[in-house]
T-cell receptor, first 121, second 113 residues
Framework: GAVVSQHPSWVICKSGTSVKIECRSLDFQATTMFWYRQFPKQSLMLMATSNEGSKATYEQGVEKDKFLINHASLTLSTLTVTSAHPEDSSFYIC?????????????????FGAGTRLSVL | RKEVEQDPGPFNVPEGATVAFNCTYSNSASQSFFWYRQDCRKEPKLLMSVYSSGNEDGRFTAQLNRASQYISLLIRDSKLSDSATYLCVVNRRSSGSARQLTFGSGTQLTVLP
């Protein structure tokens, strides 16, 4: 079964609104989660590393004030796309590192959520 | 130069064919290597890890050449269900114990009946 739960799976919103995406590790603690973005026919690009209890680390070119990340607990990270615009329409995917090895998870593997498809009108 | 480069594809092969994908990576600090597959509009799923000694999982064989910074994936007796995009992925240590994945752009495979 799934080890990382991501919600919602699909969002359609108007330009200028904010959208929150949740990523939960199921039955294991994830001190680090990762947020990726994938545009059509392109590969996944790492946006930021979400660290529990501290600030996220953003990749070059990713605006931290636009993509707010909160990792307030060991099982939940959220990504908020603020004031979304059509160019933010993309497939957003989170992953959690199975570092704790809980549930028999491999420690060196990242487990992905099912992704959130965002369409901004 | 991209950190991970793959054959651009697409590959269209008949059922039962053998197909090989290649990948090169530029960061010599890369520590772990994987092949993921991604179906259309879905999240990537781990296909197999890649070890220096080479490893096989059923019809799939992966090889790694650290000196050449080259990774390959061989699929034998391809099935219709193998149709997907195959992503070459390398993993390097970032801050603390967390590691970051870098994805290649993917190679699209279509297996034809």
């Amino acid at each position: 079964g799934a080890v990382v739960s991501q919600h919602p799976s699909w969002v359609i919103c108007k330009s200028g609104t904010s959208v929150k995406i949740e990523c939960r590790s199921l039955d294991f603690q994830a001190t680090t989660m990762f947020w990726y973005r994938q545009f059509p026919k392109q590969s996944l690009m790492l946006m930021a590393t979400s660290n529990e209890g501290s600030k996220a680390t953003y990749e070059q070119g990713v605006e931290k004030d636009k993509f707010l990340i909160n990792h307030a607990s060991l099982t939940l990270s959220t990504l908020t796309v603020t004031s979304a615009h059509p160019e933010d329409s993309s497939f957003y995917i989170c992953s959690a590192h199975g570092l704790a090895g809980g549930r028999g998870l491999a420690k060196n593997i990242q487990y992905f959520g099912a992704g959130t498809r965002l369409s901004v009108l | 130069r991209k950190e991970v480069e793959q054959d651009p594809g697409p590959f269209n092969v008949p059922e039962g064919a053998t197909v090989a994908f290649n990948c090169t990576y530029s960061n010599s600090a890369s520590q772990s290597f994987f092949w993921y597959r991604q179906d259309c509009r879905k999240e990537p799923k781990l296909l197999m890890s890649v070890y220096s000694s080479g490893n096989e999982d059923g019809r799939f064989t992966a090889q790694l050449n650290r000196a050449s910074q080259y990774i390959s994936l061989l699929i034998r007796d391809s099935k219709l269900s193998d149709s997907a995009t195959y992503l070459c992925v390398v993993n390097r240590r970032s801050s603390g114990s967390a590691r970051q994945l870098t994805f290649g752009s993917g190679t699209q495979l279509t297996v034809l009946p």
